[in-house]
């Protein structure tokens, strides 16, 4: 198992322009997420999605969009960048959801930076 | 709308000692969890409490929640230095973990 990839690892963008962060996992999880992480804020959930088909907004979604055609991939896509989307940004997925033993696996990240 | 604050959110200890993390959750949450993050990492899965009262221990740490006090804490044991990173806590209303709401984390430094 590879777990959850995403691609880049570290992208420099300039305002206005759009791009597409990839998220996969190979574990056939239902459930995945995407967080961004500010110095000193923690995490903040962007979208989620409960199902290939189903996606919902977080506490942030303004200037994302989402899409779930598949189990495995959950790409997210700025749609025209701005400087306070720079950020890094994980990509998460569940196993066991709503049970006791219950695990979250995060991506390794993806160190975005708007000029 | 569920809030979630941690503190401190800086610790700076010494090896050997024993300490707590606080967090403390604004409205009814039906899980609570603990991560690490270690610098320009990413974030590993410590616990998921579900339950009034509920404990679970690995190694030197150990957290427990209280609902009714709406309060779940991060004890750790005789601090060595690998233990030193980020603990961020989240809460969960949907009963799963796709949609948390974090803490801002507690820097946690182990000092020799």
């Known amino acids: 198992n590879a777990g959850v990839t995403q691609t880049p690892k570290f992208q420099v963008l300039k305002t206005g322009q759009s791009m597409t962060l990839q998220c996969a996992q190979d574990?056939?999880?239902?459930?995945m997420s995407w967080y961004r992480q500010d110095p000193g804020m923690g995490l903040r959930l962007i979208h989620y999605?409960?199902?290939?088909?189903?996606?919902d907004q977080g506490e942030v979604p303004n200037g994302y969009n989402v899409s779930r055609s598949t189990t495995e991939d959950f790409p997210l896509r700025l749609l025209s960048a701005a400087p306070s989307q720079t950020s890094v940004y994980f990509c998460?997925?569940?196993?066991?959801?709503?049970?006791?033993?219950?695990?979250?696996?995060f991506g390794p990240g993806t160190r975005l930076l708007v000029l | 709308e569920l809030k979630v604050e941690q503190n401190p959110l800086f610790l700076s200890m010494q090896e050997g000692k024993n300490y707590t993390i606080y967090c403390n959750y604004s409205t009814t949450s039906d899980r609570l969890y603990w991560y690490r993050q270690d610098p320009g990492k990413s974030l590993e899965s410590l616990f998921v409490l579900l339950s009034n009262g509920a404990v679970k221990q690995e190694g030197r740490l150990m957290a427990s929640l209280d609902t009714k006090a709406r309060l779940s804490t991060l004890h750790i044991t005789a601090a060595v230095h690998d233990l030193s990173a980020t603990y961020f806590c989240a809460g969960g209303t949907q009963g799963g973990s796709e949609k948390l709401v974090f803490g801002k984390g507690t820097k946690l430094t182990v000092n020799p």
């Open positions: 999605s409960v199902g290939a088909g189903i996606t």
């Open positions: 574990m056939n999880h239902e459930y």
């Open positions: 998460a997925s569940i196993s066991g959801r709503g049970y006791g033993f219950e695990t979250q696996y």
